[in-house]
């Protein structure tokens, strides 16, 4: 118990000493290397007591509970009243939303089949373990995945986004079936 | 103090925020709310059924009789035969082949047969959405990359991440309130909504990547990706074919005696080849359980591997102990519930600024407050009509639609929030008092207490906002 009392203790101080490197003018050159340190020693304080495996979580959990004390305690009120809106009958359209549900569709299937095909070239082409290569190839597969979602919807360009998305999904697969030949 | 982003970029990624938010946010939603609450299925599991008799430990010599009497009762020999041993979270022993389960007293004597319809409600539908396993988990595995998505949109639209790191504007106009709401949540929660996403992802996709890679790579059987993860199970031939689950036990304890069996399992029950396995967690891993292989004698034959073995094996076996938060202590459930109605906040107000970034309201404003505000009434009354005969699906679904109706429908939108404040309030109260009439106000332990407590804390601080409320806008 005491254990658990000193790690938060040393997350609420790294909060609070987070929040006066916030306050501090100076360069963020200096501001991002204190704040990384601050972090660590929190998590270096779970991990001493706890399992490093415990501790990652612990540490970035507490943190992101005790900064609600100094954001609440620096709130600023009082609340002013929203203006009214009128409430309009709809300005639906279909066109926009089809556009809008075939964009996202899109973007979500080619970007997933693309990616899907680059993590599964990774335990073809690598020399690691199996079952290694293929935990490996599913996170990187969830990691590239998001990734190129919000590239293509970013830029939300349907004659671009197949084009692309095309091209690496063939090239992707074309590396696959090399692999497996 | 800004980091310097090109402008272009952030608009960029401001762009795919709001499209990913609006294409998956109601489906987020849903499977945060119900998220948050699978974090206590244990707990839910024991309020929603608390007349099993719990105990710390059931000992192995029963576990002969038992084998035998499910085998009788059964009328014949299943492929694989599961005793769930007592927990800390579940101290409650039960069998079962994944079909047919009995609860057993710590006398090694059947009781009677889970009866947690809610629960399993809640976990099938933050698991699958209550459809098809293949699809539903799909469709889960996909809100994951979705949400893994919006962190980074996030993270590019958000160019004053540090600048704003403490800034909570409630004196200005709800939009704005909304807004840092909503960047607080995701800036300091960040790391946990990234674990919670990709450990989320990697489940759902778990099976159909196996599918796929055992098409690609292997000869179209999904379980030699397992075996190429998990390591095949040993192959035993010529024993007795009595079991000495005792001498098992005793062997596990001399050779591992910091592990905590959490459940054994018969393969092969009956035959030359069966094999005895007992799951067990270790101390200070995340890893689900490491499972030791025993004779029919109870004599070691190996450990699969999953606290020692390939890193992958051991990656991809802790990823539901770190989604689910059941590690280490039950504080930890409470963590991630703080956390999981952090996320759910998250969502709520992500959409509310889309929406207040209007200057006119429609019947999308309507659509998203039935949907937020109809899926907890739901919830609460799925809960306590299921223990006056109810199906919580049935009853879930259908509060919901008549919510969302209502809310789209219905005019005056204070007047409808107000209805479903009070009707919120209403329902949470009832689960309780229902609770406690239908068990004759049996409450087994402090973590019934707790969850009474909890409860009516909940309904009554959502009635003084209820009434709050009403004097507000009236």
């Known amino acids: 118990m005491i254990e658990t009392l000193i790690a938060i203790a040393v997350c609420a101080f790294s909060v609070f000493f987070i929040f006066f490197i916030w306050k501090y003018q100076g360069p963020i050159s200096l501001k991002i290397p204190m704040v990384s340190i601050t972090l660590s020693l929190a998590i270096f304080t779970w991990t001493y007591f706890y399992s490093w495996e415990f501790s990652v979580v612990y540490a970035l959990c507490f943190i992101a509970i005790i900064s609600w004390t100094v954001i609440f305690l620096k709130r600023r009120t009082p609340l002013l009243k929203d203006k009214k809106r009128p409430y309009l009958k709809s300005n639906f359209s279909i066109y926009v939303f089809f556009k809008t549900i075939t964009l996202s569709f899109l973007s979500v299937l080619f970007a997933g089949s693309a990616s899907a095909c680059i993590a599964l070239s990774l335990p073809m ?17 969830l990691l590239i995945w998001p990734f190129s979602i919000v590239w293509v919807l970013s830029r939300a360009n349907l004659v671009k986004l197949t084009v692309v998305s095309s091209v690496f999904a063939i090239l992707s697969v074309s590396s696959v079936y090399l692999g497996t030949v | 103090m800004e980091i310097k982003l090109n402008a272009l970029t952030v608009k960029s990624g401001l762009k795919a925020h709001s499209l990913i938010g609006l294409f998956s946010a109601g489906l987020l939603y849903l ?150 709401l909503h960047n607080r949540l995701g800036v300091w929660g960040l790391p946990f909504h990234f674990m919670i996403a990709i450990s989320g992802a990697f489940m759902g996709f778990g099976g159909i ?98 606290i020692n073995g390939p890193i992958g094996g051991q990656f991809a076996y802790s990823m539901y102990r770190l989604h689910f938060g059941h590690y280490h202590s039950n ?70 639609g008549a919510t969302v109706l209502t809310s789209i429908l219905g005019k005056g939108h204070m007047k409808i929030t107000n209805a479903f404040y009070v009707a919120l309030a209403i329902n949470i109260l009832l689960i309780p008092i229902v609770h406690a009439i239908n068990f004759n106000f049996l409450a087994l332990d402090s973590m019934q207490y707790a969850i009474y407590t909890a409860v009516i804390l909940f309904g009554i601080g959502l009635t003084g906002i209820t009434y709050k409320r009403i004097r507000t806008y009236r």
């Open chain 1, 125 to 141: 082409y690598s020399d690691f373990e199996l079952g290694n290569s293929l935990v490996s190839g599913l996170f990187l597969f």
């Open chain 2, 331 to 400: 504080w930890v459930k409470l963590l991630y519930g703080i956390m999981g109605i952090a996320f759910t906040f998250l969502i709520v107000s992500g959409i509310n600024i889309w929406l207040a970034r209007r200057k006119y309201q429609t019947w999308v404003n309507s659509l998203w407050n039935g949907w937020v505000m109809g899926t907890l009434i739901a919830f609460a009354s799925s809960c306590w009509m299921r223990f006056i005969g109810f199906n919580p699906e049935t009853v879930f679904f259908s509060t919901l």
């Open chain 2, 209 to 306: 990547f196996m599918a796929i890679t055992s098409y690609v790579i292997f000869s179209g059987d999904p379980q030699e990706v397992v075996d190429a993860i998990y390591g095949k199970d040993p192959v035993i031939a010529h024993q007795t074919l009595e079991v000495n689950y005792t001498q098992a036990f005793a062997t596990l304890k001399q050779r591992q005696p910091e592990v905590t069996p959490i459940y054994m399992v018969l393969h092969n029950a009956g035959k030359p080849e069966q094999l005895l396995e007992i799951a067990a967690t270790s101390p200070g891993r995340l890893s689900y359980s490491e499972i030791y292989r025993f004779n029919s004698k109870g004599e070691w034959v190996n450990q699969q591997g999953l």
């Open chain 2, 31 to 180: 499977i945060a709310v119900s998220g948050s609450l699978s974090v206590f299925f244990e707990e839910f599991d024991r309020w929603e059924q608390p007349n099993v008799p719990e105990y710390k430990i059931f000992s192995p010599e029963k576990m002969k009789t038992a084998v035998d009497e499910y085998i009788n009762r059964v009328g014949e020999i299943p492929k694989s035969l599961y005793i769930v041993l007592p927990t800390e979270g579940v101290p409650r022993t039960h069998i079962t082949d994944g079909e047919t389960e009995w609860y057993l007293a710590e006398s090694g004597e059947f009781m009677q047969s889970p009866d947690v319809p809610w629960t399993t409600f809640i976990r099938e539908l933050h698991g699958h959405l209550t459809l098809s396993p293949t699809l539903g988990m799909s469709i889960v595995g996909i809100m994951g990359v979705l949400c893994l998505a919006l962190i980074i949109s996030g993270v590019i639209a958000h160019p004053s991440i540090f600048k704003d790191a403490f800034l909570w504007r409630v004196g200005k106009t709800s939009r704005v309130q909304q807004m840092d």
